[in-house]
């Protein structure tokens, strides 16, 4: 089993719309979790992060974490069409980078 | 400006003909990591490194090697490529001097390997 689970999509939802995304893991190990963004032919970039249990919000973008279900989310308000983009779960065991270990992605595509 | 730098971009070789693909940055970043990216499979770390002279195996570290001889370079070197390490490649080093969670990863543009 992968540690990391993420629905690959793709994903089609209207402007406007609130988009959920979802990762779950087997590593209760796991204290650090992450979401990059990846538009086409760029590499990812880190749009939030979070420590253990709880949300953040950041803008349109929440993040939510469960440890309990071993379950992240990541919730996009109003969303825009250049929100369309492959959205990336990864997580860690220390406050460090180091090993990283990253969900499949799950494409996005947000129509006018 | 602030970059990473891959070299080269792309790239088609032959099975078992060795080959570097560079990795360089200009901010005097501590960690460093390389990942491959294909499809359905998503983004998995290679190898990453803390510092100058420590790396540490990632998820896929079989059939590559790496090095870190000094802080801006961290290539990928591949001894005996074969087709199934045909994939996109992608060096990415940490905007912070300490590679701390919150310290976002700068990707490079990402190298295209074709293996025949």
């Known amino acids: 089993q992968k540690e990391v689970e993420q629905d690959p999509g793709p994903l089609s939802v209207p402007e406007g719309a609130i988009v959920s995304l979802n990762c779950t893991y087997s590593?209760?190990?796991?204290?650090?979790f992450m979401w990059y963004r990846q538009y086409s032919r760029k590499g990812p970039e880190l749009l939030m992060y979070?420590?253990?249990?709880g949300n953040k919000e950041d803008g349109r973008f929440t993040a939510q974490v469960d440890k309990s279900s071993k379950y992240i989310s990541l919730f996009i308000r109003d969303s825009q069409p250049s929100d369309s983009a492959t959205y990336l779960c990864?997580?860690?065991?220390?406050?460090?980078?180091?090993?990283?270990?990253f969900g499949r992605g799950t494409q996005l595509t947000v129509w006018p | 400006e602030a970059q990473v730098t891959q070299n080269p971009r792309y790239l088609i070789t032959v099975t078992g003909k060795k080959l570097t693909v560079t990795c360089s940055q200009n901010m005097n970043h501590e960690y460093m990591s390389w990942y491959r990216q294909d499809p359905g499979l998503g983004l998995r770390q290679i190898y990453y490194?803390?510092?100058?002279?420590?790396?540490d195996k990632g998820d896929v570290p079989e059939g590559y090697k790496v090095s870190r001889k000094e802080k801006r370079n961290f290539p990928l070197i591949l001894e005996s490529p074969s087709p199934n390490q045909t994939s996109l490649y992608f060096c990415?080093?940490?905007?912070?001097?300490?590679?701390?969670?919150?310290?976002?990863?700068?990707f490079g543009p990402g190298t295209r390997l074709l293996v025949l």
């Open positions: 490194s803390m510092n100058v002279e420590v790396t």
């Open positions: 990864a997580m860690t065991r220390g406050s460090t980078l180091g090993r990283l270990y």
């Open positions: 990415a080093s940490s905007l912070g001097t300490s590679g701390r969670v919150e310290e976002t990863q700068y």
């Open positions: 590593n209760s190990a796991f204290q650090y």
């Open positions: 979070t420590y253990s249990s």
